[in-house]
Structure formats: structure tokens, C-alpha cells
Nanobody
Framework: QVQLVESGGGLVQAGGSLRLSCAAS????????MGWFRQAPGKEREFVAAISTSGGRTNYADSVKGRFTISRDNAKNPVYLQMKRLKPSETAVYYC????????????????WGQGTQVTVSS
């Protein structure tokens, strides 16, 4: 079983940056593909980024390519999402997730989820 706890959300001005962290419990953390998703009020949960078990491969939603970076440190276990040049439309609750499907973009393919962290981007 993997338990995930996100942190690092907050209020930032448009064009600003934030780094989200996801701390995972469980000795099998390094065997999971990790992903970040976000959900704005009234909208479906959408894929943001995913990273392979080794950290060597990544996958990004087109809307965040070049601005967001996902990374992981299997020795210390957090997964990070560095977000730059944030837009007001990216205001959402951001979720960390763990799964077994290589770099999946589908929320249903992630078995474990954190409680989410709020990111608010002001204009």
C-alpha cells in the first residue's frame, strides 16, 4: 500500500512559480509510476505529468510542456512538480498519484491518490 501526501500549494501571481512535493510512504515507492493531475471546480480531473519508476522518462500534457517539470528522488522518495509561468486558468487542486501503467495519462490507471493541494493563480 502506498500513501501519498502533497504539499507546496498556495497563492501565486500569474507568471510566478511553485514547486509541489509528494511524499510517499511504503517501501515499494520506487516501483510505481508517479503522476500529477489537477482538477478545477466544475471540471474533470486532467493529466498534468507522469514520470517512470527510474525517473528517466517523463510525459507531459501539451498545455504544460516547457513550463512544468516532474522529477523524483527514489532515495528520499518525494516526487516534485516544478511549475513556472503559471496562468490563472491553472488554478486547481493538484493531486499526486501512483500507478503501474507506464507514463499513463489516464486517472483510472492510477491506484493510489493523495488528498490534493490547492494552487491558486491570481491575475
Amino acid at each position: 500500500q502506498v500513501q501519498l501526501v502533497e504539499s507546496g500549494g498556495g497563492l501565486v501571481q500569474a507568471g510566478g512559480s511553485l514547486r509541489l512535493s509528494c511524499a510517499a510512504s511504503g517501501r515499494t515507492f520506487s516501483s510505481y509510476v508517479m503522476g500529477w493531475f489537477r482538477q478545477a471546480p466544475g471540471k474533470e480531473r486532467e493529466f498534468v505529468a507522469a514520470i517512470s519508476t527510474s525517473g528517466g522518462r517523463t510525459n507531459y500534457a501539451d498545455s504544460v510542456k516547457g513550463r512544468f517539470t516532474i522529477s523524483r528522488d527514489n532515495a528520499k522518495n518525494p516526487v516534485y512538480l516544478q511549475m513556472k509561468r503559471l496562468k490563472p486558468s491553472e488554478t486547481a487542486v493538484y493531486y499526486c498519484a501512483a500507478g503501474r501503467i507506464f507514463l499513463s495519462r489516464l486517472a483510472r490507471e492510477y491506484a493510489h491518490w493523495g488528498q490534493g493541494t490547492q494552487v491558486t493563480v491570481s491575475s
